[in-house]
Structures are given as structure tokens and as C-alpha cells.
């Protein structure tokens, strides 16, 4: 429960939320001139802080102007209360004006104070007031991170009054669209209001309970909370509250078609003074309007209010501006702050220095020469002492940089050792075939000439020849796969001889040709049960270009190997599918550029890639693949290979569909 300075506190509340519009600017015009009157001491620093808070939710400019001259006095004096209601009440005005940096400062500031010099309340209202900064800022999450803290603060000491808080957690969990927690809280902090009879006047509570029923499409509670929270709103003061409850009110009805009345409430915010000073809701209303206008044919009235919606946005963003300029002034005024504390302490280290030279003087000459000897002795030690340690420290920082350069070269060497045991595969793969034909047809021609010996015995020469022509036969295939794998072998031997980094004119479709097979044999190798369909859209006017082979064969190779990755772990229906195409372009020249170009694209029908991970595909070491299974050097290599042969690599992906790396050469 609350303590009996806390009780008298609300109680004041109350009453001054109580008063008529009228009575209220009475009494702060009373405030004012006891404030004014008063000479520069505590009573004035407080009677300021206050009159900063009253104006905190109907002019928050004013509202500045006093918890400035609250917080200098209130430091001048070394008076921490009212410094700390000045910096909260400060929080709450730019937060309202806009300035989320400065009201985050403040807020931030109230906070540290509030744990040292305030109350327990203080507290709850500091971190609560910040809460309330990250909500007009758009970041609901930080927000009730806060509102969290406070729950936890007020459970301990004032577990019956979690109103306040249960509405800034209603508040966040409705811009979140979690539209349960929303109305949990909302309905918490209303039966609370009720049970202390204080639902006639905190009026915050109506258009966050109103809106979480909306959201819920429970009009009729929407549209009785909406109605009583501008009656509420109206009898405390709070012009925010009552916008907000006409827009809401409005929106409800636009949603359910009844336009006039969308278009009744939303013109009573217009009417409306307040509506002036809160632009972000006048800004909704407008807009509104417009809609309903537009969708009732009515273009003439939705122009009108199209343009007051341009100007109201045009201000919101000069007002923007301004708020960067009062930052860059604040910055500034802190830099000069910083600086002259900066000088003043360098001041004072000086006649600190030059009081402990002094004592320094007076002693050596008091204690003789031993006293300097052994303080030489101490700083030697000292230097020593400090000499090791930086040098153990540099020692320690070397054998990082040689370990993370061994790692390093650990990972390209297994990148280039992967691709090796997939390009040795596929070679394996292609050789077997004919040397399958070579071993079976050699098998078959021995037992063939052991039977046409023993034709040749019995003296049936008929037959014997015939064998002899079987032989013959056999002889001509075992010699074309011979050659089969000699060509093989050959095609192997020019891409491994020493001419890497030469370019020489080569066959573009034969190579992206000889390298899908060698890629599609050498997944199959691993991976028996791998089947995929292979489509080829090769252009016969490509023809040979001047390019490395050898570099373009390896980017090849990785790009098929990625895709066979992809399509052997896809999750989405169909069968896997890897297009190759190739294609000659024309452009027209600029800058005597070249016209031709050299299209080369590798698709596949795996699972995609993620728009958050496109932008780092070809950052090196990174991977999509489980570790293990890739260094995720493969794409950043080939990205350095295809931009030294004057070429581009793009990505194309869309994430459950596909994946396209699309590389293109000047010719």
C-alpha cells in the first residue's frame, strides 16, 4: 500500500484534475506569480518543476521554457528533488514536441537520479516516462521492456495501483498488433481505475480500451469507450485523449460504412483548438477525410483535404528539421560543456601536481638521497614490471593474428581441396565410362581368339573367321573409347597446364557444357541416389571469347555445385532442375564502351535465398550451408575470378522458388 506522503500526493491530483478548464488556468496563473515572486531558492525550483508538468500534455513548448529554468536553478542550488522533477517533466515535453533524443537524455538522466535521490515512485515514474518515449518513438519493444520495469517496481511496493503501467503495456501491445495482450491490460488497468474512483479522470486509459475492442471488432465497446473517453478527456484537460478518441471513433465508423458520421468526428477534430497543437492527430483526421471523400465520388472534397494534409505533413517534417537543428545545438552545448570541464579539470590537476612537486622537493631535501634512491628503485621496478607485461601482451597478440592467418588459409585450402575432390570425381565418372567398354571388350576378345584357336584345330576356317571379324569388331570399339579417354585425359591436361592467368580464346558452350557434366558425375559420385533434370538453352552464336579457362572453369564448377546442393536439400514440391543458358547481346555504346556482351546463367529450383542474406552471399567465409559442409570461400572466390576477367556476377532469388547466378562479359 501506499506510504501516507504518497496518498496526499494523488489526493492533490485529484482535486487539481478535478477543477474546470477555468479553474485550472487559475490556479497555475497563482503558481506563476507565487513562482515569480519568489527569491531564487528551492520553493522556486519546485514551483517551476510544476508548472513544467501541468503544461506537459496541453503545451509542451511552454512546458521547455519552465523545466529549463527548474533544472538550472535546481543544479545551481545543488537541490536534487527539484532537479529531478525537472528532468522527468522535461522527459515528458520533448517526448510530446517530438525531440525523442532530448526527452531520451533527460529521461535517461531522471532515471540515474531518481536511484539516488528520489522515491520509490520516483522511480516508477522515471522509467515509466521513458517508456513512454520509446512508444511516440515507434519502438514498442524497448518500450515494454520499460513499462516492464516499472510493473516490477510498483508489484513490490504499491501492488494496487498498476493503472499507469498496465496502460502503457496496453498502449505498446495495441501498436503491436497483439491484440489479446492489449486488451488484457487495457481491461486490468480500467477495473483498477474503477475500484479507486478514478475512471472519471485518467483519461489515457479510454483510447487504448476503446481501440484494443476495435481491433477485436467489438464496436459496440469500442464505440461506448471511444464516447466516454472524450468526456473524460474534455473534463481533465487532456487534449491528446480527446483527438485520439474522435479519431479512433471515426475510423470505427468509416469501417463499418457509415461515412457520415466517420465524416462528422473526424470535422470535430478540425473545430477543435486542440487539434492545432496536436498536428500528428489532426494530420489523421485530414487524411481520413480524403479517403471517405475519394471512395464517396466526392473529388472536389477530397483535394481540399488532400492539401491540408500536404501542409499538415510539410509542417510535421519542418518541424523534423528543427528538431535535427536543436540537436545539433544540443551536441554542440555539450561538446563546450565537456570542454570547459575538460580545461577545468586540467587546471586542477595542475595545482595538484605543482602542490605534490612542492611536497616532493621539501621531503627529498628532508630524507637525503636514500629516499630518491629507493623510489628509483620502486619506478624502475615498476617500468620493468610494466615492460614485461606489454611485451607477454604483444606476444599474445602475434600468435592471434598467426593463428587466425593459419585459419584462414586452413579454410581456402579446404575450399580448393572440396572443389579438387568434386573435379576429380567427375573425371573419375567420365574416364570409368570407356574404360568400362576397353576392360569388357578386351575380356570378351580373349575368349573369343580361344575359341577360334580351337576352330582353327578342328580346320573350320568358316568359322574361325567369322570370330576373327567379331574380333576385329571389338578391336574398332575398344580403340574409339581408348580415344574417348584420351581425349578426356588431354581436355584435363590444357586446363591444368601452366597458363594460369593467361587469357586464351575458348569455347564458351563447350566449357559450361564439360563442366556440368564433370559437376553432375562427381555430386552423383557422393551421393548415388542423386537424380536431376539437366536443361541446356546453349546460343550458337557465342562462339569462343578471350577469357582464363581454367579461373572461369572453377567458377563454373562452384555455381553447379551450390545448385545441386540446393536442389538435393530443397523442401518445396518438384523435381530438382538445373538450367544453364548462354547468350550473345548487343547494347548501344556509350563512352566507347564495347556492344557485346556475353550472358552466362546458372538456375536452379531449389528453396531460394533470403532477402537478409543476399547482400553477404559474397562476403567471404560466409555460408548457408550447416558447418561442416562449406568454408563459404566458393562465392567470394568466384565473384574475384569473373571481376578479374573484366566480368559481373549477379544474384536473382526468390525465397521457396528459386536462385539464378547471371554472369556477363564484354566481347
Not at 510493473?151 to 495501483?161: A, E, G, I, R, W
Request: hydrophobic share 40%.
Amino acid at each position: 500500500m501506499w506510504n501516507s506522503s504518497v496518498r496526499i500526493y494523488l489526493l492533490i491530483l485529484i482535486f487539481l484534475f478535478s477543477f474546470s478548464a477555468n479553474a485550472q488556468n487559475n490556479w497555475i496563473d497563482s503558481i506563476k506569480r507565487v513562482a515569480f515572486s519568489q527569491k531564487p531558492d528551492s520553493v522556486k525550483a519546485y514551483l517551476l518543476s510544476q508548472i513544467c508538468y501541468y503544461y506537459g500534455y496541453s503545451d509542451p513548448d511552454t512546458s521547455v521554457k519552465y523545466g529549463q529554468q527548474a533544472l538550472v536553478l535546481s543544479e545551481k542550488l545543488n537541490y536534487q528533488p527539484g532537479a529531478l522533477n525537472a528532468l522527468m517533466g522535461l522527459t515528458n515535453a520533448y517526448s510530446f514536441i517530438g525531440n525523442y533524443p532530448m526527452s531520451l537524455d533527460y529521461g535517461l538522466r531522471a532515471i540515474k537520479l531518481a536511484k539516488t535521490a528520489g522515491t520509490q515512485l520516483d522511480n516508477v515514474i522515471a522509467v515509466s516516462n521513458v517508456g513512454i518515449c520509446y512508444h511516440l518513438m515507434g519502438d514498442y519493444n524497448a518500450e515494454i521492456k520499460y513499462m516492464q520495469a516499472s510493473v516490477d517496481m510498483v508489484k513490490q511496493t504499491f501492488p494496487d495501483s498498476m493503472a499507469f503501467i498496465y496502460t502503457g503495456l496496453a498502449m505498446a501491445f495495441n501498436d503491436l498488433n497483439q491484440h489479446d495482450s492489449a486488451l488484457f491490460y487495457a481491461r486490468k488497468s480500467y477495473y483498477q481505475l474503477v475500484d479507486w474512483k478514478l475512471d472519471n479522470i485518467f483519461s489515457s486509459i479510454y483510447p487504448q480500451l476503446a481501440k484494443a475492442y476495435f481491433n477485436k471488432a467489438a464496436y459496440d465497446s469500442a464505440v461506448f469507450y471511444f464516447h466516454k473517453g472524450i468526456r473524460v478527456s474534455i473534463g481533465s484537460n487532456i487534449l491528446i485523449d480527446e483527438i485520439d478518441c474522435y479519431n479512433g471513433i471515426a475510423r470505427l465508423y468509416n469501417t463499418l460504412g457509415v461515412t457520415d458520421s466517420a465524416i462528422w468526428y473526424a470535422n470535430k477534430i478540425l473545430s477543435e483548438k486542440s487539434g492545432i497543437s496536436y498536428r500528428d492527430g489532426l494530420f489523421k483526421a485530414v487524411t481520413l477525410l480524403a479517403s471517405v471523400y475519394e471512395s464517396k465520388n466526392k473529388p472536389d472534397s477530397a483535394l481540399k483535404y488532400l492539401k491540408i494534409a500536404v501542409g499538415i505533413k510539410d509542417s510535421l517534417f519542418n518541424r523534423q528539421k528543427n528538431i535535427a537543428i536543436q540537436n545539433l545545438e544540443y551536441q554542440e552545448k555539450q561538446k563546450q560543456i565537456e570542454l570547459e570541464n575538460s580545461k577545468k579539470d586540467y587546471q586542477d590537476n595542475l595545482k595538484l601536481w605543482g602542490l605534490i612537486g612542492g611536497l616532493i622537493i621539501l621531503l627529498s631535501v628532508a630524507i637525503l638521497l636514500w629516499r630518491n634512491n629507493q623510489q628509483k628503485n620502486k619506478d624502475y621496478k615498476l617500468l620493468d614490471a610494466q615492460k614485461k607485461e606489454t611485451d607477454h601482451q604483444k606476444q599474445k597478440v602475434e600468435q592471434s593474428l598467426t593463428e587466425l592467418k593459419t585459419a584462414q588459409a586452413q579454410l581456402i585450402q579446404s575450399e580448393k581441396m572440396a572443389s579438387l575432390g568434386v573435379l576429380t570425381a567427375g573425371i573419375a565418372h567420365e574416364i570409368q565410362n570407356p574404360l568400362n567398354f576397353v576392360n569388357n571388350f578386351s575380356d570378351i576378345n580373349t575368349e573369343l581368339i580361344g575359341e577360334m584357336q580351337i576352330e582353327m584345330d578342328k580346320g573350320n576356317i568358316v568359322d574361325a573367321k567369322e570370330i576373327s571379324n567379331n574380333i576385329k569388331q571389338n578391336e574398332q570399339k575398344i580403340n574409339a573409347q581408348g580415344k574417348r579417354a584420351d581425349a578426356i585425359v588431354k581436355g584435363m591436361l590444357q586446363h591444368s597446364q601452366n597458363k594460369s592467368g593467361v587469357k586464351e580464346l575458348t569455347d564458351i558452350n563447350a566449357l559450361v557444357d564439360e563442366y556440368l557434366r564433370l559437376a553432375y558425375h562427381g555430386h552423383r559420385a557422393k551421393d548415388k541416389t542423386f537424380n536431376a533434370v539437366l536443361e541446356m538453352d546453349l546460343d550458337p552464336t557465342v562462339g569462343s571469347v578471350m577469357i582464363v579457362p581454367q579461373d572461369i572453369g572453377r567458377v563454373m564448377l562452384n555455381l553447379y555445385n551450390n545448385s545441386f546442393y540446393a536442389v538435393s536439400e530443397k523442401n518445396s514440391p518438384g523435381e530438382p532442375k538445373l538450367t544453364v543458358k548462354t547468350k550473345r547481346i548487343s547494347r548501344p555504346a556509350t563512352n566507347n564502351s564495347k556492344t557485346e556482351y556475353l550472358i552466362i546463367s546458372v538456375k536452379d529450383n531449389g528453396d531460394g535465398i533470403s532477402e537478409k542474406l543476399k547482400e553477404k552471399i559474397f562476403q567471404p567465409f560466409f555460408t548457408t550451408k550447416p558447418t561442416g559442409q562449406g568454408t563459404g570461400l566458393g562465392l567470394s572466390l568466384s565473384y574475384d575470378i569473373i571481376k578479374s576477367n573484366d566480368g559481373t556476377i549477379q544474384l536473382n532469388s526468390k525465397e521457396g522458388e528459386y536462385t539464378e547466378f547471371v554472369i556477363e562479359f564484354p566481347v
